[in-house]
């Protein structure tokens, strides 16, 4: 499948290197954590997304050559449509990431989840249920999350775990720890940036010097309105809105060059230095060994 422009019949494609997309298919998230950068929570809507319209960016994603998908939110698995999106982007032979709180997984998305192409990710913050708890502002949480992960494991989806230091004292080794023990292969830890809930209001609102440098040049994202940007960090730099406007001929914009080159380049270094994982974005990068053939590929 192509895009091919009307005006000259030649084929249109995404700019050279973007390597996944993050689908927000919705802004509803049970829990409110304290470094939430789309400031999600249960009072946050699903969006004006339509479930036609996040087939339509689906298809385009496919049809520009964009070889990944992650589905996030807010809370993914609280979009009853999840299911059907998964078999949609796999049956254009895409490659799915879910980024789920794994707080609830109705036996609907477990099956979603277990097919071949499908991965799974989450985020821990604690191998004490209060400190966990601390971040989520949900108490039950962290038994929940990690009752799941072990299921996860036990169906043999391919899953990797983001820490993210939030608070002072968090115990993060601790974490990372219990999680290997459990048999989690691919953890990686970063820091909350100033973004979304966790941002500073005396700052002055999110600066592109906040970001890693791979957004719009590496990823793109859609958020639950259609907003396009180079990923969920990065939601106050809007290129379009796929509601409005085809997300190729976004990509294919004076406009979203202009915002491109106003990114600082990628930083050098990689977890632990300074985690262009992002895990505040929900998006993997310098993991070797995550599964490459299911994965998102790296963005290091």
């Given at each position: 499948m192509t895009?091919?422009?009307?005006?000259?019949?030649?084929?249109?494609?995404?700019?050279?290197?973007?390597?996944?997309?993050?689908?927000e298919i919705t802004g509803t998230?049970?829990?409110?954590?304290?470094?939430?950068?789309?400031?999600?929570?249960?009072?946050?809507g699903p969006g004006d997304m339509t479930r036609k319209d996040w087939q339509q960016v689906i298809v385009?994603?496919?049809?520009?050559?964009?070889?990944?998908?992650?589905?996030?939110?807010?809370?993914?698995?609280?979009?009853?449509?999840?299911?059907?999106?998964?078999?949609?982007?796999?049956?254009?032979?895409?490659?799915?990431?879910?980024?789920?709180?794994?707080?609830?997984?109705?036996?609907?998305?477990?099956?979603?989840?277990?097919?071949?192409?499908?991965?799974l990710a989450t985020s821990y913050y604690s191998d004490q249920a209060e400190d966990h708890e601390k971040v989520t502002k949900n108490k039950g949480s962290h038994a929940r999350t990690?009752?799941?992960?072990?299921?996860?494991?036990?169906?043999?989806?391919?899953?990797?775990?983001?820490?993210?230091?939030?608070?002072?004292?968090?115990?993060v080794k601790e974490a990372e720890a219990e999680l290997r023990a459990l048999g989690v292969r691919v953890i990686s830890i970063d820091r909350a940036r100033p973004i979304g809930r966790a941002a500073d209001?005396?700052?002055?609102?999110?600066?592109?010097?906040?970001?890693?440098?791979?957004?719009?040049?590496?990823?793109?994202?859609?958020?639950?309105?259609?907003?396009?940007?180079?990923?969920?960090?990065?939601?106050?730099?809007?290129?379009?809105?796929?509601?409005?406007?085809?997300?190729?001929?976004?990509?294919n914009s004076d406009r979203w060059d202009e915002m491109t080159a106003g990114i600082p380049m990628p930083r050098a270094a990689c977890t632990p230095d300074d985690s262009s994982d992002c895990d505040p974005a929900s998006t993997p990068a310098c993991l070797p060994s995550y599964p490459v053939s299911t994965t998102l590929e790296a963005t290091a």
């Amino acid at each position: 499948m192509t895009v091919v422009a009307p005006e000259t019949g030649k084929q249109i494609s995404a700019p050279a290197g973007i390597r996944s997309i993050e689908l927000e298919i919705t802004g509803t998230c049970q829990l409110t954590c304290n470094h939430c950068c789309t400031n999600s929570g249960p009072k946050a809507g699903p969006g004006d997304m339509t479930r036609k319209d996040w087939q339509q960016v689906i298809v385009d994603v496919a049809a520009l050559a964009i070889p990944a998908v992650q589905m996030i939110g807010g809370e993914p698995t609280l979009s009853p449509h999840l299911p059907h999106y998964i078999a949609h982007a796999l049956g254009l032979g895409l490659r799915v990431e879910v980024y789920s709180n794994l707080t609830h997984i109705r036996p609907a998305v477990w099956a979603a989840l277990s097919r071949p192409g499908v991965t799974l990710a989450t985020s821990y913050y604690s191998d004490q249920a209060e400190d966990h708890e601390k971040v989520t502002k949900n108490k039950g949480s962290h038994a929940r999350t990690r009752a799941n992960i072990i299921a996860a494991l036990d169906r043999g989806i391919p899953l990797r775990v983001g820490i993210v230091e939030v608070h002072e004292g968090q115990r993060v080794k601790e974490a990372e720890a219990e999680l290997r023990a459990l048999g989690v292969r691919v953890i990686s830890i970063d820091r909350a940036r100033p973004i979304g809930r966790a941002a500073d209001p005396a700052a002055g609102g999110p600066t592109t010097a906040d970001l890693c440098g791979h957004c719009f040049r590496h990823r793109v994202s859609v958020d639950p309105d259609g907003n396009v940007s180079g990923c969920i960090l990065s939601r106050f730099l809007i290129a379009g809105n796929v509601r409005q406007q085809r997300l190729t001929d976004i990509l294919n914009s004076d406009r979203w060059d202009e915002m491109t080159a106003g990114i600082p380049m990628p930083r050098a270094a990689c977890t632990p230095d300074d985690s262009s994982d992002c895990d505040p974005a929900s998006t993997p990068a310098c993991l070797p060994s995550y599964p490459v053939s299911t994965t998102l590929e790296a963005t290091a």
